[in-house]
């Protein structure tokens, strides 16, 4: 059958055909980036020498975790490696925003260095990690681990968590990524200071 624009239609299968094409083309399109990223990138430590077990370098890096076609998560990070034999890629000067369902910021985290798990989704923070929520309240720690299956920040380190006029310190955290329900599991302490007039 022939339409009116002098091209052939082929009906459903050859619309399929023609679909599969385009996104195989893009597909493609999408590893040759990626190839000629890691092919373009220096790969060699200051002696020169290759790592021969790093994989892929990527600067100005950026990874979305979805759920149910809304954003759940974002990562960004000024560089990010992927190493050979390890489901696992390091990340360097990270910066996460945790979205609710609704779609709005619950809360966003900055580290010095972070490691993303390939397998489970979960996000680990590290060296002078900051987590400020929608509503200002701030946790304050040297490590942290985002539990994606739970969705819950979780670390065993001391922290301090300012909220309004409230400091609240201890050991061990459990926390949703808005600060809202904050469980300290050990050497809980809570100090208010009153505002001077």
Request: charged fraction near 30%.
């Amino acid at each position: 059958m022939t339409s009116s624009t002098g091209r052939t239609d082929f009906g459903p299968i050859g619309r399929k055909r023609s679909a599969f094409r385009r996104m195989s083309v893009g597909i493609l399109s999408l590893v040759l980036s990626v190839l000629l990223l890691a092919g373009c990138t220096d790969r060699s430590d200051s002696s020169g020498e290759v790592d021969p077990e790093e994989n892929e370098v990527a600067e100005d890096f950026t990874l979305t975790q979805t759920f149910e076609g809304k954003k759940a998560w974002v990562l960004k990070a000024e560089s990010a490696k992927s190493y050979r034999d390890e489901n696992l890629i390091t990340v360097y000067r990270p910066h996460v925003e945790f979205y609710s369902r609704e779609g709005e910021i619950h809360s966003t985290l900055v580290s010095d260095s972070g490691v993303y798990y390939l397998e489970s989704s979960d996000i680990k923070a590290l060296g002078n990690v900051v987590v400020v929520s929608a509503d200002s309240a701030i946790l304050e720690t040297d490590s942290l681990k985002w539990l994606s299956g739970d969705e819950r920040i979780r670390t065993e380190g001391s922290v301090r968590v300012t909220k309004g006029k409230t400091v609240i310190t201890g050991d061990g955290l459990v926390s949703d990524p808005g600060l809202d329900s904050i469980k300290i599991e050990r050497n809980f302490r809570a100090e208010t200071s009153e505002q001077e007039m």
